[in-house]
T-cell receptor, first 110, second 112 residues
Framework: EDQVTQSPEALRLQEGESSSLNCSYT??????LFWYRQDPGKGPEFLFT???AGEEKEKERLKATLTKKESFLHITAPKPEDSATYLC???????????FGKGNQVVVIP | DAGITQSPRHKVTETGTPVTLRCHQT?????MYWYRQDPGHGLRLIHY???????DKGEVSDGYSVSRSKTEDFLLTLESATSSQTSVYFC???????????FGQGTRLTVV
């Protein structure tokens, strides 16, 4: 069974205080790892797709990286508007499903 | 925003009644998914579809059925709603098997 574990569950940051979120996974034949952002009362919003170890993607203050066992979402100099829950999902070989972790809830304090 | 519309957005229903949630897309994407999201559990897959009339079960499919008679519509039915099915339901679409998924705004269902 595909397993996705995100840590920490919750994180409070001061504005400007950089940090990283972790997504560790155990799947048979990773076909893709996906990061999403979710605001309260809304659907998840797609951020990044990573397909192979060593790959990196960047968007504004967010940078996602991938190894063979985990992915990191780095938040550089966060702003209050970066407050959200960040979700990680993986797709393993042989099926068309996305398995999600429980999320990292991030609060950025002004 | 991806062209996904979920309806209704909110619903309160009584235990034992049937309920149907609708997901409509304008993107002509092949894959469609139904997830439920509950505190402490994250997003869990209920059912998904990989084409018209082609569906498969997810990890929490008991008590739910789906139908896809047209590319654009994916229906989720609770045959006899129970309080444990109180949740927020999300529909997602994907253009291909290994691509990112795009989510609707969700349906908040309360079973009393």
């Amino acid at each position: 069974e595909d397993q996705v574990t995100q840590s920490p569950e919750a994180l409070r940051l001061q504005e400007g205080e950089s940090s990283s979120l972790n997504c560790s996974y155990t799947v048979s034949g990773l076909r893709g790892l996906f990061w999403y952002r979710q605001d309260p009362g809304k659907g998840p919003e797609f951020l990044f797709t990573l397909y192979s170890a060593g790959e990196e993607k960047e968007k504004e203050r967010l940078k996602a990286t991938l190894t063979k066992k985990e992915s990191f979402l780095h938040i550089t100099a966060p702003k209050p508007e970066d407050s959200a829950t960040y979700l990680c999902a993986v797709q393993a070989g042989g099926n068309n499903r996305l398995a999600f972790g429980k999320g990292n809830q991030v609060v950025v304090i002004p | 925003d991806a062209g996904i519309t979920q309806s209704p957005r909110h619903k309160v229903t009584e235990t034992g009644t049937p309920v149907t949630l609708r997901c409509h897309q304008t993107e002509n994407h092949r894959y469609m998914y139904w997830y439920r999201q509950d505190p402490g559990h994250g997003l869990r897959l209920i059912h998904y579809s990989y084409g018209v009339k082609d569906t498969d079960k997810g990890e929490v499919s008991d008590g739910y059925s789906v139908s896809r008679s047209k590319t654009e519509d994916f229906l989720l039915t609770l045959e006899s709603a129970t309080s444990s099915q109180t949740s927020v339901y999300f529909c997602a679409i994907r253009p291909g098997a290994n691509t990112e998924a795009f989510f609707g705004q969700g349906t908040r269902l309360t079973v009393v």
